[in-house]
């Protein structure tokens, strides 16, 4: 079928990480970075390879309107499509859009008790069952350490595997293990860390936490035009 | 007399969203501006339906607010304003005044703010490039909050939306506006605060002014190097340079001048217009293009210049007392009575006669219509959207593309007197509404009427009630549900016959695929004469009458390729007919083969309701089979888009309204074709089976 020659190589399995799921059910994983680098393309990307195995995908921004977070997967479905030469790539939209369900709030709006509500509420009416979950735009300096473990039960509790974004800023020094000082009150909490790193005319996915350092020694690359991961070699 | 000078002309648009009052800010405009010497209010809206409401009361009164175009003027400029339709049913409606507006006010309203019809209002004046600035009306009102409305704009609608003016008070205590510009106070006296009384600016508002007067300049020196010169020179800075920049970054559409006010009790009207004169366009601003139909639809630029040859579109039709008048705009040269004009559709050549301009109460005759002007024409023969031109040149306004109804729904006259004006009726609004169509089905007899979504075909209906007399009874809607192939099969067909007489034959022999972006595409790929040239047109018919309807479900066949490879004829036997029944023949064979599924027109759907009912209306959308997008929540509102099959859609305003308190609202338009899914499609073939029985 089409599906499989569209399933992402999964980049994190050249970390080291043997199965699809990098991430445990409940665990989180985070993709770092300065804003307009890409963290929200390589989610997207790791949601779509999700979406193509079946896997029900809830899309959280605290940022962007719906109608911008599904240009992102259009555009990035569509890169991908392309690279993979694959035909008929409308109808294989249409069967994986429904594992997809965006929700957006307001960053000073969003609630982890807010978004449990609305959980209950898509689940309880079957609506959507949620698998993985995308979370896009959380600001760490400022929520404090509660909900993120609040969140952490939640998704333990829901079985869910948990992507974040977070900004880096520029002007911080990082901490010791090389993780921003945003992340060092809840490192605990985070099965993965991923950074995004710009160096000349690529960007670089480089491992913080969570896999060896040592996978297979060509860098794991996004490539700027597409912003999609880059094959190998 | 028509005056001349562009420079002082205003084609705009009010548009806005159910209940924003649009009505009563129209109908302030025409009283400021001497056009009605009276005000009247609009009672019993409920905000159901408030638009027919509002026609029927207008209507009543006399006033003809809802004309296609009225002309007013206001302090030395002349403003037409081009009546927006409301609803996105309408799109093509829509569409078409969006072209002869040079610039719009976008009416909000101070409580609740920026909703989902202002979105695509705002997405369809974003797609004309029409610059607009924002009137929040209702700050009257409890709960209004012009400032969040502000903020609306700029997160919701992404506009660079910036305060030309505060209010003085609100809600009960809104006693007038604070112009950010002059840095006056203005106090609206008289009944109908018809007096302008200008004062200071009251010591507990003087702060917020002061810092929100920073914020208009700081946002208008993007637009005027001179004004941020005057900025750092910090140099008095004069009101005509404020204007100017303002007045530049909205014709770019890089900054939306937001003014405040309620047309409800008379406050800040007057401001308004005097926006309208200095801020929005004058046609000369606007470059207008027409394709040139010689040339392979290339744009060519129109001017403003009344000695060019004459480009003119009809964007409206109307009947009057006197017969059919036609909305027209003059983009280019003069159109005079007497002038012979050709309509670019037909061909066909027309002397112009009457030539009228609109104003509230009553029509002005008038010598010409110049470029740049809108007026309107006196029994001219044509549809709405044709293309006028001066003899010589073929040019056109509007590309021909019409999209295909989705929905279809029986119609029969109550009686006698209803079917003579039904079909008068029907006359007009196909001519009115390209989207709109009216066919008799052959096989039930039954008169058919087909648009763009289920309120589309109900305003019809509707409108032949009230303006034709025309009571008809409705059978229930039905779906344009299409027939499609998902996989590529091979045919190979041969017609014979020899029964007495000439005998027919004729081999047609290739493949059928799918193809996306087309409904039919014939390739002739037969090598060596195998059928011989002359038959394959032939061939070719016998498909694309096999399309009309599908052999599955009798549904119209779309996005099949066709290619021919081979094929075999007879010297004697092989006939145009002999072909034509072959290559039918073979799609069947094909067809059958290349694995045929169903497919029923999605609608994207977003609707808008009070956090508390998003539970419940995502479950409304679940149960309709709908998949939802996704959901925005926004505090205490929120919006859910979805995409929902027209088949079930059906009654969903009611059921929203029950469920929600009547606090929810939503849009609907057409967004793509989709598969049927494998259970309904069984029950669409028992139906089809059964209408066919019935039919029978």
């Known amino acids: 079928m089409f599906k499989n020659d569209l399933i992402v190589r999964n980049p994190l399995r050249r970390m080291g990480s043997e199965t699809d799921d990098v991430i445990p059910e409940g665990g989180f994983g985070a993709v770092l970075a300065h804003a307009g680098v890409g963290k929200t393309a390589l989610l997207v990307q790791l949601a779509l390879n999700a979406m193509l195995r079946d896997r029900n995908v809830l899309h959280i921004s605290l940022n962007d309107p719906v109608g911008k977070v599904s240009l992102w997967y259009q555009e990035l479905f569509h890169h991908l499509a392309k690279e993979t030469q694959v035909q008929q790539i409308h109808q294989l939209w249409e069967t994986i859009l429904p594992h997809r369900f965006i929700l957006t709030f307001k960053a000073e709006g969003f609630s982890v008790p807010r978004l449990e509500e609305r959980l209950t509420d898509l689940m309880a009416q079957d609506i959507f069952h949620p698998q993985m979950m995308i979370m896009d735009g959380l600001r760490f300096d400022e929520s404090g350490r509660q909900p993120l473990c609040d969140l952490k039960a939640m998704a333990a509790r829901r079985r869910m595997r948990v992507w974040f974004t977070v900004n880096a800023h520029r002007h911080e020094q990082p901490g010791p293990d090389g993780l921003p000082v945003q992340l060092l009150h809840v490192a605990d909490l985070f099965d993965i860390v991923l950074e995004l790193q710009p160096q000349g005319s690529e960007i670089h996915i480089k491992p913080l936490k969570g896999s060896p350092a040592a996978f297979d020694g060509s860098p794991l690359l996004l490539d700027p035009s597409t912003m999609l991961i880059r094959g190998n070699g | ?696």
């Open chain 2, 1 to 696: 007399m028509i005056k001349s000078d562009t420079q002082k002309v205003r084609n705009i648009g009010i548009s806005a969203h159910i209940d924003s009052g649009k009505t009563t800010l129209t109908e302030r405009i025409l009283f400021y501006t001497k056009r009605i010497h009276a005000i009247h209010e609009v009672k019993g809206k409920d905000g159901v339906g408030a638009t027919m409401d509002s026609m029927e009361l207008e209507r009543e009164r006399g006033i003809t607010i809802t004309s296609a175009a009225t002309f007013c003027e206001w302090k030395g400029h002349e403003i037409n304003i081009i009546d927006t339709p409301g609803h996105v049913d309408f799109t093509i409606e829509v569409e078409r005044s969006l072209r002869v507006l040079d610039g719009a006010i976008l009416v909000l309203c101070a409580v609740g703010g920026v909703q989902s019809q202002s979105i695509t209002v705002d997405q369809q004046m974003k797609r004309y490039n029409v610059p607009c600035i924002a009137f929040v009306n209702k700050c009257d009102r409890s709960g209004a909050d012009p400032s969040r409305v502000i903020s609306q704009l700029r997160s919701k609608l992404g506009h660079n939306a910036v305060a030309l003016q505060i209010p003085l008070g609100l809600e009960m205590d809104l006693q007038g506006i604070v112009d950010l510009v002059s840095m006056k106070a203005l106090y609206f006296d008289g009944d109908n605060g018809e007096i302008i009384r200008i004062e200071n600016i009251p010591e507990d508002l003087l702060d917020l002014a002061r810092k929100k007067r920073e914020e208009l300049i700081d946002a208008a020196s993007m637009f005027s190097d001179e004004l941020t010169e005057a900025i750092l020179e910090e140099r008095e800075i004069p009101e005509r340079l404020i204007l100017d920049a303002v007045r530049k970054g909205t014709l770019k559409r890089r900054m939306t001048p937001v003014f405040v006010g309620s047309a409800y009790k008379n406050k800040g009207i007057q401001p308004l217009l005097d926006g309208v004169n200095r801020l929005l366009p004058c046609p000369a601003d606007v470059q207008n293009e027409a394709m040139d139909m010689d040339n392979n639809e290339a744009p060519v630029i129109l001017a403003a210049d009344t000695s060019m040859p004459i480009v003119a579109l009809a964007f409206k039709l109307e009947d009057g007392l006197y017969g059919q008048l036609t909305y027209i705009r003059v983009y280019q040269g003069n159109m005079a009575r007497g002038a012979t004009i050709i309509n670019a559709r037909s061909g066909k050549k027309i002397k112009v006669g009457r030539v009228v301009r609109m104003h509230a109460e009553q029509m002005e005759e008038i010598e010409a219509i110049p470029a740049g002007y809108i007026g309107a024409l006196f029994g001219v023969e044509c549809a709405s959207g044709d293309t006028f031109v001066s003899p010589g040149i073929n040019l056109t306004m509007t590309s021909m593309f019409v999209p295909n109804p989705v929905i279809s729904l029986a119609i029969a006259p109550k009686d006698n007197k209803a079917q003579i004006n039904m079909s008068k009726a029907l006359g007009r609004f196909t001519k009115e509404d390209p989207t709109f169509r009216t066919h008799v089905d052959i096989e039930t007899g039954e008169t058919i009427i087909e648009g763009m979504g289920e309120l589309h075909l109900e305003v019809y209906v509707e409108r032949m009630k009230r303006e034709y007399a025309a009571e008809v009874s409705t059978g229930a809607p039905r779906v344009a549900y299409r027939e499609t192939i998902t996989q590529r099969a091979d045919f190979n067909y041969t017609h014979k016959k020899q029964t007495g007489g000439a005998g027919q034959y004729g081999r047609v022999a290739g493949y059928l695929e799918p193809v996306a972006d087309a409904d039919f595409v014939f390739e002739n790929d037969v090598r060596g004469g195998n059928i011989p040239t002359q038959y394959i047109a032939a061939v070719e018919k016998g498909f694309r009458q096999c399309i009309a309807k599908g052999p599955k479900m009798e549904f119209p066949v779309t996005g099949v390729k066709v290619v021919i490879n081979d094929g075999a004829s007879h010297a004697v036997d092989s006939s145009d007919m002999a072909f034509q029944a072959a290559a039918r023949g073979a799609f069947k064979e094909g067809y059958l083969r290349a694995k045929p599924v169903i497919h029923e027109p999605i609608m994207k759907v977003v609707v808008e309701t009070p956090t508390e009912f998003q539970g419940a209306v995502m479950g409304l959308l679940n149960q309709r089979r709908g998949m939802i997008v996704g959901a925005q929540d926004d505090g205490p509102m929120c919006v859910i888009e979805a995409q929902a099959p027209l088949a079930e859609m059906f009654g969903f305003s009611t059921v929203l309204r029950s469920s929600s308190q009547g606090k929810a609202q939503f849009t609907m338009e057409f967004a793509l074709y989709r598969q049927v899914p494998q259970s309904i499609a069984e029950t669409i073939a028992e139906d089809t089976a059964r209408r066919k029985k019935n039919a029978a």
